[in-house]
T-cell receptor, first 108, second 112 residues
Framework: KNEVEQSPQNLTAQEGEFITINCSYS?????LHWLQQHPGGGIVSLFM???GKKKHGRLIATINIQEKHSSLHITASHPRDSAVYIC??????????FGEGTQLTVNP | NAGVTQTPKFRILKIGQSMTLQCAQD?????MYWYRQDPGMGLKLIYY???????DKGEVPNGYNVSRSTTEDFPLRLELAAPSQTSVYFC???????????FGSGTRLTVV
């Protein structure tokens, strides 16, 4: 069993829909990261969380440390949100362990 | 700001050849990392560095070497390339404190 599990693996939505991607982890962490990988391959850091909730534009990330679970929400989704979303947990020594990613496709 | 710059973007190597993947950052970040990404798999840590002169192995270090003589540069050396090293390689950097990671644009390496 992977230390970081994401669900769903693939997600197709219609433009305007509210989207949720989930991440569960099994190890102790100092922080959790959400990353976005564009179709061209570049990786961008979206959020770094150690507790509670963060919001940036239409993106919201939450974490529940007790339940070892995080969610990434996208409100009013748009085709340009189509990408792979990656959850990664930061453990000791500043190392990251990555989930396998969620492929999101938003259709117009 | 350039952030993290990786070169080359693409490379084809023959089995047994060697090469160095370059990574440079202009953010004065202490932490630097090399990851590989295989199709359908999460990124795997190859090597990392917490500062100039200090490097350590990650999950999949075999077949690779690194050095960190300056804060800015963190090259990854492949000796005796093998087909199993066909992958996309990402370099990343992070500062101390509440900073996210900054990734380079990646190097797509094929070993034939």
């Amino acid at each position: 069993k992977n230390e970081v599990e994401q669900s769903p693996q693939n997600l197709t939505a219609q433009e305007g829909e509210f989207i949720t991607i989930n991440c569960s982890y099994s190890v102790g962490i100092s922080a959790l990261h959400w990353l976005q990988q564009h179709p061209g391959g570049g990786i961008v850091s979206l959020f770094m969380l150690s507790s509670g909730k963060k919001k940036h534009g239409r993106l919201i990330a939450t974490i529940n440390i007790q339940e070892k679970h995080s969610s990434l929400h996208i409100t009013a989704s748009h085709p340009r949100d189509s990408a792979v979303y990656i959850c990664a947990v930061q453990t000791s020594g500043s190392r990251l362990t990555f989930g396998e990613g969620t492929q999101l496709t938003v259709n117009p | 700001n350039a952030g993290v710059t990786q070169t080359p973007k693409f490379r084809i190597l023959k089995i047994g050849q060697s090469m160095t993947l370059q990574c440079a950052q202009d953010m004065n970040h202490n932490y630097m990392y090399w990851y590989r990404q295989d199709p359908g798999m999460g990124l795997k840590l190859i090597y990392y560095s917490v500062g100039a002169g200090i490097t350590d192995k990650g999950e999949v270090p075999n077949g690779y070497n690194v050095s960190r003589s300056t804060t800015e540069d963190f090259p990854l050396r492949l000796e005796l390339a093998a087909p199993s090293q066909t992958s996309v390689y990402f370099c990343a950097a992070r500062g101390i404190g509440d900073y996210g990671y900054t990734f380079g644009s990646g190097t797509r390496l094929t070993v034939v």
